[in-house]
């Protein structure tokens, strides 16, 4: 049976070469738009998994971390005299204009807190030490920056609202979903910078329990305590920002058309190649029968083409996989790809291949044993 499956398949090498092809671009398909859709979610939560808070309070209603709204900075000693409270700390977000030496004007999301090593903000540092921005008009940005704002360096100074701020450190991968990119300054010069939205006001508190802390209790006390206000564990407050960017954007709804589109191109030229190899090869499987073969029989001969040609596909397709990875880095984009997506997108590649053999199983099923005699 293997025999005749290896025969029958690899009769035509030009057309068994477009059937891999066929498999192999859509496995590429899929791994590629999957996991840059992963790294695109990735980004859009990569503040809230990197810091040490259990939990964040919120504005009212604030859809995720990006987009954050003000309310007053003494709700957290409300916070921090709750029981189960290791420690507590506002934290600003907010997007600012930072002008630029060439005259332009960029946006750029600023996080500000008075100590960010408590929080492990910012998490990749190239050069500098977030203690230092407490001690003047300083600014941290990520290499991103650099795609945006044109090449920085330390020393150099940009102007935030007519503010000249002095570059004295470097992060790397803090990346938004917007694509934005972020800088680090310390809690009370960015609310001397935007005095009329952040005097005396802060956009999140962000806090850790203590050791035996019951996190439930603790959020359900906060949510007392600051009846108009959110609360979130770490978990539920990545789970809602991902979702928003989900629903918000149609990111989600264009991951699931490519990959239904890369499924339809393999199951396509999976079934149409084994229907062409069928139907020029109809003696061979007249014969099988004719020899007591039953269709269970030509069924294994198709099934065992289909999953030679999903395997050989699937391998070829992971190769470029490695060189979108590379290009896709070079311009601040992250390719995600995981071994269990592989492995899903391995077995959902037999499944589709051997389901894509029923069609050519349907015309051999029907043949006539006695065409081998036929001239």
């Given at each position: 049976m293997v025999d005749l499956a290896l025969k029958t398949l690899l009769y035509d090498k030009l057309?068994?070469?477009?059937?891999?092809?066929g498999v192999a671009f859509a496995v590429a398909l899929i791994v590629v738009q999957?996991?840059?859709f992963r790294g695109i979610l990735e980004n859009s939560t990569i503040t809230i998994e990197k810091c040490?808070?259990?939990?964040?309070?919120?504005?009212?209603?604030?859809?995720?971390?990006?987009?954050?709204?003000?309310?007053?900075?003494?709700?957290?000693?409300?916070?921090?005299?709750?029981?189960?409270?290791?420690?507590?700390?506002?934290?600003?977000?907010?997007?600012?204009?930072?002008?630029l030496p060439t005259g332009s004007e960029e946006s750029v999301v600023l996080y500000a807190m008075e100590n960010?090593?408590?929080?492990?903000?910012?998490?990749?540092?190239?050069?500098?030490?977030?203690?230092?921005?407490?001690?003047?008009?300083?600014?941290?940005?990520?290499?991103?920056?650099?795609?945006?704002?044109?090449?920085?360096?330390?020393?150099?100074?940009?102007?935030?609202?007519?503010?000249?701020?002095k570059i004295i450190g470097r992060t790397k991968d803090a990346l938004s979903f917007t694509t934005t990119p972020m800088g680090f300054i310390d809690y009370r010069l960015a609310q001397e910078l935007n005095p009329d939205r952040l005097r005396g006001k802060t956009t999140y508190i962000v806090a850790k329990l203590a050791p035996e802390a019951d996190a439930a209790a603790v959020a359900a006390e906060i949510?007392?305590?600051?009846?108009?206000?959110?609360?979130?564990?770490?978990?539920?407050?990545?789970?809602q920002t991902r979702n928003y960017w989900v629903?918000?954007?149609?990111?989600?709804?264009?991951?699931?058309l490519t990959v239904f589109l890369g499924c339809l191109v393999g199951v396509v030229v999976v079934a149409q190649t084994l229907y062409t190899a069928v139907l020029d090869h109809?003696?061979?499987?007249?014969?099988?029968?004719?020899?007591?073969?039953?269709?269970?029989?030509?069924?294994?001969?198709?099934?065992?083409?289909?999953?030679?040609?999903?395997?050989?596909?699937?391998?070829?397709?992971?190769?470029p996989i490695f060189l979108v990875r590379a290009l896709v880095t070079r311009v601040h984009l992250k390719l995600v790809v995981t071994p269990e997506m592989?492995?899903?997108?391995?077995?959902?590649?037999?499944?589709?291949?051997?389901a894509a053999s029923i069609v050519s199983f349907k015309k051999v099923a029907s043949t006539d044993p006695a065409l081998v005699f036929r001239g």
């Open positions: 057309r068994f070469a477009i059937t891999v092809s999957s996991g840059l040490n808070a259990d939990i964040w309070v919120t504005s009212k209603n604030t859809p995720n971390v990006d987009f954050a709204h003000a309310f007053p900075e003494t709700y957290v000693n409300r916070v921090r005299s709750i029981p189960g409270i290791a420690r507590a700390d506002n934290l600003i977000v907010q997007f600012m204009n930072i002008n960010f090593k408590k929080w492990n903000l910012p998490w990749n540092i190239v050069e500098g030490d977030p203690s230092d921005l407490r001690r003047g008009y300083f600014i941290m940005l990520d290499d991103y920056a650099a795609t945006r704002f044109g090449p920085f360096a330390i020393g150099d100074h940009r102007e935030i609202f007519g503010t000249r701020l949510r007392r305590r600051l009846p108009y206000n959110d609360v979130h564990t770490r978990k539920s407050w990545a789970d629903s918000s954007t149609g990111i989600g709804i264009n991951m699931l109809l003696k061979e499987f007249a014969t099988v029968k004719a020899i007591g073969g039953s269709n269970g029989d030509i069924y294994k001969i198709l099934l065992k083409q289909a999953v030679i040609s999903a395997v050989v596909g699937y391998l070829v397709g992971c190769l592989m492995a899903i997108v391995f077995i959902g590649t037999v499944l589709l291949c051997q």
